[in-house]
């Protein structure tokens, strides 16, 4: 039976200062907590989710907390989240924003033939803001700071970087079933882009894979091996450039433990773990 993906899922990133991240995320990009709980692991550790007003499949952006430094640039890695809004005029809305935060970013340009907006977090975590053209749904979160027009719809496209294409490519062709729809010219003038898609493609369902066998490779900490997260079942997979892919199913969902309106106010623990609350909260920091 092959694979049939049909959109990103998730992106999961590493965070050092997990309260600030809850402040950049949750007041200046208007995103959800839609779910606090710990990595598997290591139970001292958050695991931060942030998405949409009702956390959708493809919203969703993940952060472990654990003491990590700035991001080394280079290959091997993954270099560029796509944050998806609707129109021109909210890429534009956005650049003013990030602006008067007084966060790293670019000019709006075109980036293969859409208007774009490139930024970093504190952090360093590298995100183009995109004009997708409204495609389909949308869901704002009622509680965001951000207008409702200009709220943040999803993910996608996830840019890596790779020395060479072949063995990537045949991954995510032959294994992965993504067919490779175009090339364009990478925005930090090393290589050239080639973008594969899945399902439907468009913004949201694309892969970018920067082939740059200039730059140096990128050395960070990995997210450790699988296992059940129990809001969906994930499959882990290292690519030959050491890109870590995940294969996510879109449900049970976040509500699975926890009502909708009140995702991501108290710390959920998967069932094996309850019985170690108290421990576990013991050992957090403050979020607040």
Request: charged share 20%; aromatic share 8%; net charge negative.
């Amino acid at each position: 039976m092959s694979l049939e993906l049909t959109g990103i899922h998730h992106l999961t990133a590493i965070t050092a200062t997990a309260a600030a991240n809850k402040r950049f995320y949750t007041e200046t990009l208007g995103l959800r907590l839609v779910k606090k709980t710990v990595n598997q692991d290591d139970t001292s550790a958050y695991h931060l989710f942030y998405a949409d007003g009702v956390a959708s499949p493809g919203s969703d952006l993940t952060f472990f907390d654990w003491p990590v430094a700035h991001e080394r640039r280079g290959t091997h890695a993954i270099t560029c989240t796509g944050l998806r809004v609707a129109g021109s005029a909210s890429v534009e809305w956005w650049a003013r924003r990030l602006a008067d935060a007084g966060l790293v970013h670019s000019p709006i340009s075109e980036i293969d033939g859409i208007a774009s907006l490139l930024f970093e977090d504190p952090e360093g975590q590298r995100f183009r803001l995109l004009d997708d053209g409204g495609a389909g749904e949308s869901h704002p979160w009622e509680r965001s700071p951000i207008p409702a027009e200009h709220q943040i719809r999803g993910l996608g496209p996830i840019t890596i970087s790779v020395p060479t294409l072949e063995r990537t490519g045949e991954l995510l062709s032959s294994v992965m079933n993504l067919r490779e729809e175009r090339t364009y010219a990478s925005p930090d003038g090393a290589g050239e882009v080639h973008v594969f898609a899945m399902g439907p493609g468009g913004s949201a369902a694309e892969l970018h894979v920067a082939v740059q066998s200039i730059l140096p490779p990128a050395y960070g900490v990995r997210p450790r091996g699988g296992c059940e997260r129990y809001y969906c079942r994930w499959l882990y997979s290292r690519g030959p450039a050491g890109i870590l892919f995940e294969i996510a199913t879109d449900g049970p969902g976040f509500a699975v433990d926890e009502p909708l309106e009140a995702l991501g106010e108290r710390l959920a623990l998967p069932p094996f773990l309850e019985g170690k609350r108290a421990q576990i909260e013991g050992g957090l920091k403050p979020l607040d």
